[in-house]
């Protein structure tokens, strides 16, 4: 069935449904002219955008990861402020012989990921467009200690550290975009595949070190780690030096980039779509910022230090310490180091 063929309030209805949750904190859910909501703490706001053809393509993600990753994404930039996800509102802009099936499953995806999250869904809007399909998401986020972690909160002589593991999302989308006749074990495959359809942000791991006072510094990483990187050092005015040898990957991304002759760091430095954490934290703190991370069951990996110096990022290999280029997706750049995550259309069409 087509949009033209239900109409704005019969689409709403069927999205409705599909992501309906009980949740005291919602006083007035869709339906209504706005939504109301109860927050006992500071608010945090996020907004992100998903368009077809540059965030996402139906022959690399399915649409019901797309309704889950559509809020993942947001989801990352509120943990990394160190809050919890509270309430979402989602704007589509929808063109009239768009699918109301695909529509519905992309709603599924989201409750998927509100139940994941626990998070609720609240309201949004809807509107017509000759193409492409666009999904705008709002995420609200509830401060879980008295300060935000913030880019600009480190300092010379700390720890930097990232959650996870890194590029496998971006290795992913070069895989599609420029070797799919790689030859990769099919369990590799579904992981990295699972990297770029299914991310999971390390949900309590903002809160928990915002609630402890244990850092003051984290950024999320969702543009590649040189980018993120970057961000920090112009904002907290310190040199950046990272360890190559030690940036966290997945085995099966390491497979990859064997088969394809690329190294596996530069899929973690510029892939993106990683939506883990990365931050920096005051050697006395680094041991109990360890702890915590261990009670909530969150890999953690010190990559390298801050410095006293001109803002910018070296990277520390065996052949000595060399300028790390910013990298990551920037939407009006008009190219990337290579085709990885971020947007996966041709880095043309649409930047």
């Known amino acids: 069935m087509r949009v033209r063929e239900i109409g704005e309030f019969g689409l709403i209805d069927r999205l409705r449904a599909a992501v309906a949750r009980g949740d005291s904190t919602v006083l007035v859910g869709i339906g209504d002219d706005a939504a109301v909501v109860r927050l006992d703490g500071t608010p945090v706001l996020t907004a992100d955008a998903l368009v077809e053809g540059v965030h996402f393509r139906a022959d690399m993600i399915d649409a019901r990861s797309v309704g889950y990753k559509s809020l993942a994404a947001s989801v990352s930039d509120v943990v990394a402020m160190g809050a919890a996800p509270r309430h979402a509102l989602v704007t589509l802009a929808v063109p009239a012989d768009e699918t109301v099936e695909r529509l519905v499953e992309m709603y599924e995806g989201m409750a998927e990921a509100c139940e994941r999250f626990d998070m609720t869904v609240v309201g949004g809007d809807i509107v017509g467009t000759a193409g492409p399909l666009i999904l705008s998401v709002t995420v609200t986020g509830e401060l879980a200690g008295p300060r935000p972690l913030l880019r600009s909160g480190a300092q010379p002589t700390d720890l930097l550290f990232v959650t996870g593991d890194l590029g496998g999302a971006g290795a992913y989308v070069h895989m599609m975009n420029e070797r799919p006749d790689a ?98 934290v005051s050697r006395k703190d680094s041991g109990r910022l360890l702890t915590l991370m261990e009670e909530i069951g969150v890999r953690v990996t010190f990559i390298g230090r801050a410095e006293d110096g001109e803002p910018g990022v070296e990277l520390r290999s065996a052949r000595g310490r060399q300028p790390l280029a910013r990298g990551g997706y920037d939407h009006f750049s008009g190219g990337r180091a290579f085709s990885g995550g971020g947007p996966v259309g041709d880095g043309r069409a649409h930047e």
């Open 183 to 280: 030859v990769l074990a099919e369990e590799d495959a579904a992981l990295l595949r699972a990297r770029h359809q299914r991310p999971w942000p390390p949900l309590l791991a903002g809160a928990a070190l915002a609630r402890a006072g244990v850092c003051a510094c984290a950024n999320d990483v969702s543009d590649g780690l040189s980018s993120e990187l970057h961000e920090i050092a112009e904002a907290s005015g310190v040199r950046l030096v990272v360890d190559e040898e030690r940036i966290p990957t997945l085995p099966a991304l390491r497979h990859y980039a064997r088969a394809v002759g690329i190294r596996a760091v530069d899929f973690a430095l510029t892939g993106g779509e990683d939506y883990q954490l990365v931050g920096a």
